[in-house]
């Protein structure tokens, strides 16, 4: 059974730093990684799916990272801004649904 | 494109009383995906639909929860009799065609029974 794992629950930096959020999953055999954000009172908007073919995709300041040996995956945020504070999750699909992290609610302090 | 688009965005309700959540998913999009979120739970897959046909409902609490899909462009989750334990955020998701392409969220319907 897959399971995934985001640590830290909840992380705070201040504004301009490079930052990373991590995701583990017990299974390596995925067949893609999906990263999201959730605002507060909001829905989740997807920022970046990453295939098990690939070891990374970029968009913007976002880069997502796949180890499917280590069974990890990370999301790189340049420099940091205010308006990236949400609640970031991770899922990969398993056995007919998506299996989601609990997320790391991401403070940027100004 | 809208999106995916949810009604309605707030729910009241007194137990007992049937409550009906609306989901227009993304046109072209052949899955359809109805969760629940809450804080002690996280994000649960209700139920799944693949071109219109129930594909895996196993997150369905109980009878009480009901999902149909009449059309490629219109479902609805029907929750009869609500309970106060019911009370989440219900979201509703599509896909171009199941769970392996990415999925995209509606605003979601926040749901409250009393």
């Known amino acids: 059974k897959q399971e995934v794992t985001q640590i830290p629950a909840a992380l705070s930096v201040p504004e301009g730093e490079n930052l990373v959020l991590n995701c583990s999953f017990t299974?390596?055999?995925?067949?893609?990684l999906q990263w999201f954000r959730q605002d507060p009172g909001k829905g989740l908007t997807s920022l970046l799916l990453?295939?098990?073919?690939?070891r990374e995709q970029t968009s913007g300041r976002l880069n997502a990272s796949l180890d499917k040996s280590s069974g990890r995956s990370t999301l790189y945020i340049a420099a940091s801004q205010p308006g990236d504070s949400a609640t970031y999750l991770c899922a990969t699909p398993s056995t007919q649904k998506l299996v989601f992290g609990q997320g790391t609610r991401l403070t940027i302090n100004p | 494109d809208a999106g995916v688009i949810q009604s309605p965005r707030h729910e009241v309700t007194e137990m007992g009383q049937e409550v009906t959540l609306r989901c227009k998913p993304i046109s072209g999009h052949n899955s359809l995906f109805w969760y629940r979120q809450t804080m002690m739970r996280g994000l649960e897959l209700l139920i799944y639909?693949?071109?219109?046909?129930?594909?895996?409902d196993s997150g369905m609490p109980e009878d009480r929860f009901s999902a149909k899909m009449p059309n490629a462009s219109f479902s609805t989750l029907k929750i009869q009799p609500s309970e106060p334990r019911d009370s989440a955020v219900y979201f509703c998701?599509?896909?171009?065609?199941?769970?392996?392409?990415?999925?995209?969220f509606g605003p979601g319907t926040r749901l409250t029974v009393t």
């Open positions: 990453i295939q098990s073919s690939q």
């Open positions: 299974d390596s055999a995925i067949y893609n």
């Open positions: 639909f693949n071109n219109n046909v129930p594909i895996d």
């Open positions: 998701a599509s896909s171009l065609t199941g769970i392996l392409y990415e999925q995209y």
